[in-house]
């Protein structure tokens, strides 16, 4: 485990549309694919979004699986979509659990704050009143939902990779993750405020075209698809540029890369 200098934060993200650049109409391909099969799984009456929920840790380590075949090969192949599925799967799946229980848990410190509106909203996307909206309650529910979620988010952040790439169970790969985030925390923070810089100016451009344009909503939709797509690789590449920095080959927790 390395820290790494506060200003990498920015270059994760650039690494990661270098990554993009590779093929960017196999990105979003694969993206695309991904989103509609974690749509069509989401769909099943019940067991649905468990199952997503369950399968997105595996998910996330294919997406690694294509970063690293493009920085050693420079190659996308589209079965590395599902490449996350055929190493330690179980775990993958326990670690997925255990995100599921996480965010529920997070969800449900901030019901204190506005009787459940968020978690309502979350989990069964029930709109909230608008009193709940109009008295701040709701805004003070996303300030503690975004506190109590961050420990989860660090810990869960490299966990997936740790596992699938280092050998880990869940348990040591939410360890060696959170502290990992903890430790650089400062690159975190400079990669977090770059990112959410980008979202927004991101979105604001592409509603001020829409209203230039007078487009119809479905155009402002499209808009909005279009640029989550094209983003995502950045994303999932900025991801990867990540885990390279913080747990480089050869450190101390590298117990072999399959």
Request: hydrophobic content about 60%.
């Amino acid at each position: 485990m390395t820290v790494v200098p506060a200003l990498h934060g920015w270059q994760w993200l650039v690494r990661g549309f270098i990554l993009f650049r590779v093929n960017p109409a196999m990105w979003i391909l694969l993206v695309f694919t991904w989103w509609v099969l974690v749509g069509l799984i989401s769909h099943i009456p019940i067991a649905g979004p468990l199952a997503a929920g369950l399968l997105t840790p595996a998910f996330s380590v294919s997406f690694m699986e294509l970063c690293r075949e493009i920085e050693e090969r420079g190659r996308v192949r589209p079965p590395l979509l599902l490449a996350g599925f055929r190493n330690r799967l179980a775990t993958l799946i326990v670690l997925g659990g255990l995100y599921l229980v996480s965010i529920m848990l997070a969800l449900g410190i901030s019901a204190f704050a506005d009787g459940g509106a968020l978690a309502t909203w979350a989990v069964y996307g029930n709109a909230p009143d608008v009193a709940v909206i109009r008295d701040g309650s709701l805004s003070r529910a996303l300030i503690v939902a975004s506190l109590a979620g961050t420990p989860v988010i660090m810990a869960f952040w490299f966990a997936p990779v740790l596992i699938a790439w280092q050998g880990m169970g869940a348990a040591k790969a939410l360890f060696f993750s959170f502290f990992g985030c903890w430790r650089n925390w400062r690159a975190f923070l400079v990669y977090g405020g770059l990112l959410t810089a980008l979202v927004l100016a991101l979105s604001a451009t592409v509603l001020t075209a829409a209203i230039v344009l007078r487009g119809p909503p479905e155009a402002l939709r499209f808009g909005m698809v279009m640029l989550v797509l094209t983003a995502m690789p950045t994303l999932f590449g900025s991801f990867y540029a990540a885990y390279r920095d913080v747990f480089p080959p050869g450190s101390s927790i590298d117990e072999g890369k399959p």
